[in-house]
Structures are given as structure tokens and as C-alpha cells.
């Protein structure tokens, strides 16, 4: 165990963990609003990766419903996970519309909310197939212009390698974690936003509105599964219009190889033993619960 | 008839195994708690059948005993689940709401992946060969039907007994039902435990049923599944399961017709199901009697 192996699998762990922490919060964003998990979310992931895949390369695959078909333009890439990051959040906004906003204007169970998702989740994700067909995409190499693929660092007698990919994907997710962080603490909305996860009646008492602050909300956490989705997507390809799914169950742990192969029962145990110490998460603090 | 069994009957033994799996999950919402740990259970069930009826070791036993391996099959996997389910229930029904839907989910990608990587499980091809007791695939309905129709009858018995209504009390108000001294943790164990028998037998039995089991049986998809019965069925009757299995494994084979359009619609029936029956299809009916 050297220092450059160290090195290398911090930042491997750092790139592809900022991507997940960006997607986590949009799970988080809608679940410290309206309590309930939005199954949704992996399927919206996956559809702001081939959103921003068409803009950027301008074509379909050769399967599915539009084989064959190409866009009369070429987004350049920022561009282009922009669009497609804003699409995921029109997406969000159809999510919240279909499955979550009927049931909690009949008051119905907040668990009916885990199926409804479920089945918009079942939707989306065959409307991807549907349309976009069944086979593998992957970004052309060269979607991010005229960069090099890595770049190298000595240290001592051994390389630490940065893919240019592990650059543009720490960056980007550091940048939206600012910006998040800013909308909710610094601005007069995120204040409106925190009261209506503090408690929705009283804050519709303060003149906010709260329809409007849950349908925003899911704007933004699709905005950033979109991006999330785009981003993976650049780093591993798009392997089939299930690919968001298993990223959203997915936790990775960090353990020495010859324990490799049960690396994800490690890291479902510490989610286990987490739930069981601290129900109300690592860094939350303990919600008083009123009778 | 004979053409329509042909094409629907092994339909309707799935119907029953997922009423099953469904109904194992009632048992703990029963008293209130979310559980989605019946699939790790079903697969260890599986497991328990899939490796006393291929290990070369207990060749001799399955001589001597014939069928009646199947029952001893099924006795194993029953007293192995409600083993673990103790171990896993105290710890984890301190946890209420999504929260333990999120630790049971941990429990079955925990036991996924163990099962992937223990040799006698067979690792990622699985255990395949299991011998099957019936040539006929629709014979496995002498299986699944004495079972349900075990497990509707012991339900019924359950609703109407002191524990049930203990059960019932914490899902109704678990505040009240401590403070008038019901032993909440521990009732929530049993009924948990109970669930986790089921599942566990079900599992044992549909071993032979699918001829092969490997880790690909208790996955995520399959616990969602599995909730989604209960959930669209009505998950304050023992029917719902029934009823939302029924309706949601014959949907995709249903709506076959219209090939690949045919998931999206599945897709809108879940949807339209939650928003129009949030009491699940037992839920209409409960209303009208009222």
C-alpha cells in the first residue's frame, strides 16, 4: 500500500463520490419535504443522460422507435447537459404532477406515493426504451473537445493518472453542491423552502405556497439527477435504459481487494448499522417527534 | 377450456406463489411495520430446498425418505428463516416507516451478495437440477394452494384471536397500546417472524418449481414487486394480497398485445391504481359494506 495507490483510489473515490452526492440530493431535496422516497428519481437520472447524449451528438441509435433520426443541430457540450439537466427537471415536474401531487390531494397513505413513483418509474423508463432503443450509447470520445485524456503525476517512483472525465465530474458536482447550498441557505426562496419542510401548514399560513415550493423542489432534484445522470454517463456509457436504477441502489465501499467481491454487503451493513444508531442520518440532527 | 388452461394455468400457480409472497408482508403491517425483508427470506427458503435436494452428501437421505423430502425441505427452510428472523427482527424493528423498509432493503442486498460469494451456494450461476416432485408444472398448484389456503385460514383465525387484536392496536395507535402495557417490540417481532416463515417455505417450495435458484431471486425489483400487491391490493386485509397479485402478474401477459408499448401501460395501471384506489382494490369493497 503505497502512497500513489493511496493517492490514486482517493481520487477515483472523490470523482465518482461527488457525482453521487449530487444525485443522492435530489432523493434528499424531495424527501425532507415530503418524507417519501421518489423511486423515480434513477429513471429520471437515466433520462437526462441520453437527453443531453441526442443534443450533444445530434443522433439516435440504431433501435428503438426513433432509429435513424438526426437533430438539424450539434449542442457543444455544456450546453448540452444544461438542456438536458433542465428537461430532467421539466421531467421532475411531470413526476411530482402524476404520481405524488393526486395522492396528497385525496390524502391518501404517504406509502401509496412508493408505488405511484414506481409505476412513473416503469414508465419513463420504457418510454427511454421505446424510443431510444435497448443497445448500449457511449459519449464519442471527444465530446469534451480537444482535451487530453489524463493527466499524469510522479510521486516518487509511481504515477498517480487524473482522467480528464474524473476532472470535469468533481468540478461540476462541487459547483452545483455551491450553488445548492447558496439557493437554501442565502436566499429568500430556500428560506421558504426550509419552512415548508419545517412543517407545510404553518408555512401556507405565512403566505407560502406550497404547491408551488413541492413542484419546484422536484424541478430541482430532477435538474440534478439529470446532471448526475449525464455525468456518469460521460464517464461509463449508457448501458440501457436500466442503468439509472441500479446507480440509484447502489453504494460503493472502499476495501482492500481480496475482500472485493463482497464490497457491497460491506457497504449495505454500514448503511444497516447507520439506520440502527443514527436513524435521522451521520450529521442530522434529532427531530423532536410530538405526540 | 383445455387450450386456455394450457396457456393460463402456470399463470395461476404464479398468481398463488406471488399471493403468497404478497401475504408475507401482511403479517407485519399488521402491527404497522413496513418489511420488505420477505424476499431474503424466499431466497434463503430457496437455497435451503435448492441444496438439500442437489448435495451429493444427503443422497441417502433423499432415498430413504421420497417425497417426503419436500415437507423436511420446507421444515428446514421454516425453522432457518424464523431463526433469522429473530436475529434480524429485534435490532431492526426498533426502526418505524421508510426507515425500516430502507434497513430490511440493506438485509436483502446484504444477503444477495453473501449467497453470490458462499461456495455451496454455487456463486453467480447458482444451484440448478433441483429435482421436481411433478412433471406437470400446473401439479405445483398442490403446492402453493394448500398453503394459501393454510395461511388465509390461520389469518382469519389470527384477525379474530388476542393477539391479533394486539397486533391491530399498534398499527391502529402504537403510543396507546404501550401505554396500556401491550408489549409492542415483542409483538412486532412475532408478527415479523411470522411473515418470514411464509416466505421462507414459499421459497423452499418454488426451488423445485423453477428447477434452478441462484442470487437473482431476492432482488430489489422483486421486493418492490411484492409490496406492490399488498400496497394495490389493500394492505388492511388479508385479500389485498391476493387480489393485487392477481391483477398485477396477469397484467404484462394481458396487455402481450400491444409488445412493446405494453410496460408503459403497466406502468399507468400502477399509477391510476394508487390515485383512484388508495385503499386498494379490498378497499372498495370494505367501503361498500360500511
Redesign the interface.
Known amino acids: 500500500m503505497s502512497l500513489a495507490w493511496f493517492l490514486q483510489n482517493l481520487l477515483n473515490g472523490l470523482s465518482i463520490g461527488s457525482v453521487y452526492a449530487v444525485f443522492a440530493l435530489g432523493y434528499t431535496l424531495v424527501f425532507s419535504i415530503l418524507?417519501?422516497?421518489n423511486?423515480a428519481h434513477g429513471a429520471v437520472f437515466t433520462l437526462g443522460a441520453y437527453l443531453t447524449y441526442v443534443l450533444a451528438v445530434g443522433e439516435f441509435g440504431l433501435n428503438g422507435l426513433l432509429a435513424g433520426v438526426t437533430l438539424p443541430f450539434k449542442l457543444p457540450f455544456v450546453l448540452a447537459l444544461l438542456a438536458g439537466a433542465v428537461l430532467s427537471g421539466l421531467a421532475g415536474v411531470a413526476v411530482e404532477r402524476?404520481?405524488f401531487r393526486?395522492?396528497r390531494k385525496?390524502?391518501?397513505?404517504a406509502?401509496?406515493?412508493?408505488?405511484?413513483s414506481?409505476?412513473?418509474?416503469?414508465?419513463?423508463?420504457?418510454?427511454i426504451?421505446?424510443l431510444f432503443g435497448a443497445e448500449i450509447y457511449s459519449f464519442p470520445p471527444d465530446v469534451l473537445g480537444d482535451l487530453p485524456p489524463a493527466m499524469l503525476f510522479q510521486i516518487g517512483e509511481e504515477f498517480v493518472a487524473v482522467r480528464t472525465i474524473q476532472a470535469v465530474l468533481f468540478a461540476v458536482s462541487m459547483l452545483m453542491l455551491i450553488l445548492l447550498v447558496w439557493f437554501i441557505h442565502g436566499t429568500k426562496q430556500g428560506k421558504a423552502l426550509r419552512a415548508t419542510a419545517e412543517n407545510p401548514d404553518t408555512a401556507s399560513l405565512l403566505g407560502i405556497s406550497v404547491d408551488r415550493f413541492i413542484l419546484g423542489t422536484f424541478f430541482i432534484s430532477g435538474l440534478l439527477g439529470g446532471m448526475s445522470g449525464t455525468l456518469i454517463g460521460v464517464s461509463f456509457g449508457l448501458a440501457g435504459p436500466y442503468f439509472g436504477v441500479a446507480y440509484g441502489?447502489k453504494t460503493l465501499a472502499f476495501l482492500p481487494p481480496e475482500l472485493s467481491?463482497?464490497k457491497?454487503?460491506v457497504a449495505?451493513?454500514l448503511?444497516?448499522v447507520v439506520?440502527?444508531a443514527r436513524?435521522q442520518g451521520l450529521l442530522g440532527k434529532n427531530a423532536e417527534e410530538k405526540? | 377450456m383445455e387450450d386456455f388452461v394450457a396457456r393460463y394455468g402456470f399463470l395461476f400457480v404464479v398468481i398463488l406463489q406471488q399471493a403468497l409472497l404478497g401475504l408475507s408482508l401482511y403479517f407485519p403491517l399488521m402491527t404497522g411495520q413496513l418489511s420488505l425483508a420477505s424476499i431474503g427470506f424466499y431466497s434463503l427458503g430457496g437455497y435451503v430446498a435448492a441444496i438439500m435436494g442437489t448435495h451429493p452428501e444427503l443422497a441417502p437421505l433423499r432415498e430413504a425418505l421420497g417425497f417426503f423430502m419436500y415437507p423436511l425441505e420446507w421444515l428446514v427452510a421454516l425453522a432457518a428463516s424464523m431463526l433469522l428472523g429473530l436475529a434480524l427482527g429485534y435490532p431492526a424493528l426498533r426502526l418505524r416507516g421508510i426507515y425500516l423498509a430502507l434497513a430490511t432493503i440493506a438485509f436483502v442486498q446484504i444477503l444477495g451478495v453473501v449467497v453470490l460469494n458462499l461456495p455451496i451456494a454455487g456463486g453467480a450461476i447458482g444451484i440448478f437440477g433441483i429435482p421436481q416432485p411433478f412433471e406437470d408444472r400446473l401439479a405445483y398448484v398442490w403446492f402453493f394452494g394448500p398453503l394459501l389456503a393454510l395461511t388465509v385460514f390461520f389469518l382469519w383465525r389470527l384477525e379474530r384471536s388476542g393477539t391479533g387484536r394486539l397486533f391491530f392496536s399498534i398499527r391502529e395507535d402504537e403510543l396507546a397500546a404501550r401505554a396500556m402495557g401491550v408489549n409492542v417490540t415483542g409483538r412486532k417481532v412475532q408478527a415479523f417472524v411470522l411473515g418470514c416463515a411464509l416466505a421462507g417455505v414459499v421459497g423452499a417450495m418454488s426451488a423445485p418449481l423453477l428447477n434452478t435458484w441462484n442470487a437473482r431471486q431476492g432482488t430489489f425489483d422483486a421486493a418492490v414487486a411484492c409490496l406492490a400487491y399488498v400496497l394495490i391490493g389493500g394492505a388492511r386485509s388479508k385479500w389485498g394480497a391476493l387480489l393485487g397479485a392477481a391483477l398485477l402478474v396477469s397484467l404484462p401477459e394481458v396487455l402481450r398485445p400491444l409488445k412493446d408499448s405494453r410496460m408503459i401501460l403497466n406502468g399507468l395501471v400502477l399509477v391510476l391504481a394508487c390515485v383512484y384506489m388508495p385503499q386498494g382494490i379490498a378497499g372498495l369493497f370494505a367501503r361498500r359494506k360500511s
Open positions: 418524507g417519501i422516497i423511486f402524476m404520481a393526486p395522492l385525496r390524502g391518501a397513505d406509502l401509496l406515493a412508493l408505488v405511484s414506481l409505476g412513473v418509474a416503469l414508465i419513463l423508463v420504457n418510454l426504451q421505446y441502489l467481491s463482497f457491497e454487503a449495505y451493513a448503511l444497516f439506520l440502527l436513524p405526540v
